[in-house]
């Protein structure tokens, strides 16, 4: 690259000051990002210090004589990496010398000894182990690469990187660097772009260059993305000078300088790459946000920045500090941003899907629970029993998750919400639909997708808008159900992949033994129930393929002649579309025989996500979107009222979920119309992952996070308002201890008794298979809170 193809001293943007461009690159950022910082939890991984290159600025490469050891063995690389497991991380990055085997015999050597024919195989090794082993992503950053390089190491590194620098073609920084060449840097972009590999690149800010070369390399990264979209991140570094190095004496970047150039980066890359710069290498890394960032990049909480040591990491919790002062949220993230997750049939290797997705949460960024994150093997059961068929082995996380019994993390205060006068309560686009809820708008389903995207002090505003509506509603006052559950068989012709209760003949060894209750068995167990207290029998099962529609009437007739009072709950949208089915009887004629014998409601479930691009997903061969609509709606007509359930977690994203909740609202408003029975209560279903057939198949997420979940729960309170006035909390799936969050954001239910409940266990959930009143109580008392046992239509029952 010559001077003249380097951006010209009249750029508009040369004229420009350091307050005007900050100032439009920060409302540019905020137009397409909002309010949200991400940053990616991280260890370094520094596989060797040897180095081709002598840059006059780095303290990083060294020669054989002054390291321990030429690269870091198989053991201290997993050493490593499992500590970052141990700690929340999700990235491992491999920082490591430009082919040090081209400059040295001894690393040559030691790499031919040990089966690696170059640096850049063994790094490909490396990947893989980390990969295999904790779980971690691996990013790769080895420098100026061929195309048949990137690709050895593209099917087990997410994402990989490598900073321009600079296309000035003469810096004394580069002397005696053979891969720092422009040509050699941008050849290695392109090839990335033309292999689909998410990249990661940059500039290095004050080694000698002129603010019109910094603006030539953002617009030469801008025109190769263009080109391929594979740019997914942009780092402008700023140089500080190091002892030991050439350039010891040079000054360091300036602070106005550095900020000038971040703010011309953000308005000279496209909005679909992201913007980040280190904060460990600025004092005031606060005013970074202010110059148009919207990522932080790596922050390890276990090693130092290899790189820059003498310039340690801010703590986690001072970078939230920081970040919220400026009127941001901060999150985690993956090696690959969700924009790239979404294309992963495009973007990441086959192998490479998975793991990605067992580390995300809903919008395809990093899972935020604290706690261990390992990669989760399974081996059968030696019992089955009622619950799952597999059972964990090897590393156990510790992260939240729905169906566990590990500790959720606090998000919602223990006491009683202050009530914060709106004009303090903050910015941005979630307080600006909590402003318009409270004001008494109906958000809409974008509306809906920003409140479920809340982050950091964001969620404790969405729940206390979402309590302080519980509250006008239905009051302080705790209610629950005494209910038997019967699940009267687990044979099913449908193949729902995400269920791990339904058996059928072709998976016999590996899923269980099916089993048929008998209208005598079911009856009995109905009385059992009457007899301890229950005053509702729930009824679910598979689709035996022996079924007409016939036998959920006769199984409704058997518990009404067994206990005339018990409230029959029973058979979703698929049994009693599939029962009218194979008799070729019209749906409401069906349910109006189920009702004269005795059916006076149905259950939500069968729902799943109300959205067909889900559903062909998650159960392909079941009732579409409209046909569960349509069975409750003909179910209302008849005065059978019913539920709203959500199953979330598994492989939906937020507008998914906002879907789910803004058709079930439409056909509230209906029954509303009408003046008919509708929709008691909606109930969260957080997906349990554990034995579920989908995940073990390594084709979906580990269920939602505790953030993820809380948020559900809150937003069906703003969603649905006065139309659904109950909200459900799962204690089977979520827990006791995450259940009372729940109910200080914005719920109010805590469902039933359960007794033989065998769905939640046969999917992994190691929550009690029942609860008592007596254990409802003292679970209110710790909330203080008063609590009343209720029917099914949520009438009361006397003490």
């Known amino acids: 690259m010559t001077d003249t193809d380097r951006t010209s001293t009249d750029h508009p943007l040369l004229g420009e000051s350091l307050a005007d461009l900050m100032a439009l690159a920060a409302a540019r950022r905020d137009e397409t990002f909002g309010t949200r910082v991400t940053y990616s939890p991280k260890v370094f991984i520094p596989l060797t210090f040897l ?9 990083f490469a060294q020669p054989p004589a002054r390291v321990d050891t030429l690269f870091l063995e198989p053991e201290d690389v997993l050493k490593i990496a499992r500590e970052g497991a141990r700690k929340g991380c999700h990235e491992a990055l491999f920082t490591l010398g430009e082919r ?22 063994y790094v490909a090794a490396m990947a893989e182990l980390v990969l295999r082993e904790t779980g971690l992503l691996p990013h790769a950053n080895a420098g100026a690469l061929t195309s048949d390089e990137l690709a050895r190491i593209r099917p087990f590194s997410p994402s990989q990187g490598m900073m321009i620098e600079s296309v000035h073609p003469d810096l004394e ?60 991140e942009v780092i402008v570094q700023n140089f500080l000078p190091k002892l030991q190095t050439r350039m010891k004496g040079v000054q360091a970047c300036p602070s106005d300088d550095y900020l000038w150039t971040l703010a011309a980066a953000r308005l000279i890359l496209p909005m679909d790459i992201h913007l980040q710069a280190p904060p460990n290498l600025s004092d005031d890394f606060g005013a970074l946000i202010d110059a148009g960032i919207d990522d932080w990049g790596g922050v390890s909480p276990v090693t130092a920045d290899h790189v820059n040591p003498e310039r340690p990491w801010p703590d986690l919790d001072r970078l939230r500090e920081v970040t919220e002062a400026r009127g941001h949220t901060l999150a985690p993230r993956l090696t690959i ?3 790239f997750v979404r294309d992963r049939v495009r973007w ?55 169906g566990s019994d590990s500790a959720p993390p606090s998000l919602v205060p223990e006491v009683g919400w202050v009530q914060t006068p709106a004009d303090l309560r903050g910015h941005g686009p979630v307080h600006e639909v909590l402003a318009g809820i409270e004001a008494g708008q109906e958000p809409s389903v974008d509306e809906i997708v920003t409140l479920l995207e809340a982050r950091g002090p964001e969620v404790a505003a969405v729940c206390e808008s979402a309590d302080r509506k519980r509250q006008e509603l239905v009051g302080d006052t705790l209610t629950w159900v005494a209910n038997r559950n019967i699940n009267y068989t687990n044979v099913c012709t449908f193949k729902c992949r995400f269920c791990g209760f339904s058996k059928g003949p072709l998976s016999l060894n590996l899923r269980g033994t099916p089993y048929l209750l008998t ?100 159960c392909p061969d079941k009732v579409n979107t409209e046909e569960w609509l349509e069975a409750h709606r003909a179910a209302h007509s008849i005065g059978l009222h019913s539920n709203v359930t959500m199953m979330f977690g598994a492989i939906e994203e937020p507008i998914h979920q906002a879907r789910h909740f803004v058709r079930t609202r439409d056909l509230q408003k209906e029954n509303v119309k009408l003046g008919q029975v509708g929709f008691t209560e909606f109930v969260g279903l957080p997906f349990v992952h554990m034995a579920s057939p989908i995940y073990l198949q390594r084709k979906a997420r580990r269920g939602p996070t505790f953030r993820e979940n809380l948020l559900i729960h809150a937003v069906a309170r703003l969603a649905y308002g006065e139309l659904i006035p109950n909200v459900q909390a799962s204690w089977v799936k979520i827990g006791l201890a995450g259940t009372a969050q729940m109910m200080r954001a914005g719920c109010n239910d805590l469902g039933g008794t359960l007794m ?44």
């Open 519 to 618: 209208l005598d068995d079911i009856a009995e167990r109905a009385k059992e129930g009457w007899d301890v207290g229950a005053t509702e029998v729930t009824l679910q099962g598979g689709i035996h393929p022996d079924f007409d529609g016939d036998y959920y009437i006769d199984v409704t007739r058997a518990v009404k002649d067994a206990v005339p009072d018990m409230h029959v709950h029973g058979f979703t949208a698929l049994e009693v579309t599939e029962g009218a089915r194979r008799l070729g009887e019209d749906l409401a004629t069906y349910l109006q025989r189920l009702k004269d014998v005795g059916l006076a409601s149905l259950p939500g479930t069968a729902a799943e996500i109300l959205d067909d691009d889900i559903r062909a997903i998650l």
């Open 756 to 799: 033989d409940e065998n769905i939640s266990r046969a999917a992994g959930a190691s929550h009690g298979q029942a609860m008592t009143g007596e254990k409802f109580a003292e679970f209110a008392a710790s909330l203080g809170r008063p609590l009343e046992q209720r029917t099914t239509s949520y009438g009361r029952v006397p003490a």
């Open 337 to 339: 941003y969700p924009e």
């Open 51 to 59: 180095c081709n290159d002598t840059c006059g600025y780095c303290t």
């Open 348 to 402: 990441l290797d086959p192998s490479l899907h998975f793991p990605v997705m067992d580390r995300a949460d809903a919008e395809w960024l990093g899972r935020d629970d604290p706690g261990q994150f390992w990669p989760e093997k399974t081996t059968a059961a030696d019992t089955v029993a009622d619950g799952a068929e597999f059972v964990l082995v090897g590393h156990r996380s510790t992260a939240w998750y729905s």
């Open 100 to 121: 040090p085997e081209d400059r040295y015999d001894v690393a040559r050597a030691w790499l031919t000894e040990r089966g690696y024919d170059s640096t850049v195989h």
């Open 173 to 232: 920084a580069h002397r005696n660097a053979p891969d720092k060449t422009p040509e050699r840097r941008l050849a290695t972009l392109e090839a990335a772009g033309e292999l689909s590999i998410p990249f990661t690149t940059g500039i290095l800010v004050g080694i000698g260059d002129t603010r019109a070369d910094r603006l030539a390399g953002l617009e030469a990264i801008a025109a190769s993305h263009s080109r391929h979209g594979h740019v997914q």
